[in-house]
């Protein structure tokens, strides 16, 4: 099976910018839907941003303009670019797959998961 590992996190001070990626083992993500989610503490996870095969993407109304997903299917990999990021942004992010064209917004539809990428933002 797929399997995700994501790296790029760190502690940064507020408007800083961040470069996450989440590279792919196992399998090509040519025809994989791809997705970022993050999770705060004491909060539920959530969509950050997704982005379908033909290279649609779709991001949550609290990054939208700030943050940026991509991939580059020949290296296996997705990107994150946080940019402007502020303290809610702290969590730990996510990267998720699912062997798929349909990109949603709910974690419950995705299967292959990493382990998560620490972002830390003081102000």
């Known amino acids: 099976q797929v399997q995700l590992v994501e790296s790029g996190g760190g502690s940064v001070q507020a408007g800083g910018s961040l470069r996450l990626s989440c590279v792919a083992s196992?399998?090509?993500?040519?025809?994989?839907?791809m997705a970022w989610f993050r999770q705060a503490p004491g909060k539920e996870r959530e969509v950050v941003a997704t982005?379908?095969?033909?290279?649609?993407?779709d991001y949550a109304d609290p990054v939208r303009g700030r943050f940026t997903i991509s991939r580059e299917n020949a290296k296996k990999t997705v990107y994150l670019q946080l940019n402007s990021l502020k303290p809610e942004d702290t969590a730990l992010y996510f990267c998720?797959?699912?062997?798929?064209?349909?990109?949603?917004?709910?974690?419950?539809?995705?299967?292959?998961w990493g382990q998560g990428t620490q972002v830390t933002v003081s102000s």
């Open positions: 998720a797959s699912w062997q798929s064209g349909v990109c949603p917004r709910t974690s419950s539809a995705y299967n292959y």
């Open positions: 196992g399998y090509s993500i040519n025809w994989f839907c």
């Open positions: 982005i379908k095969t033909d290279g649609r993407t």
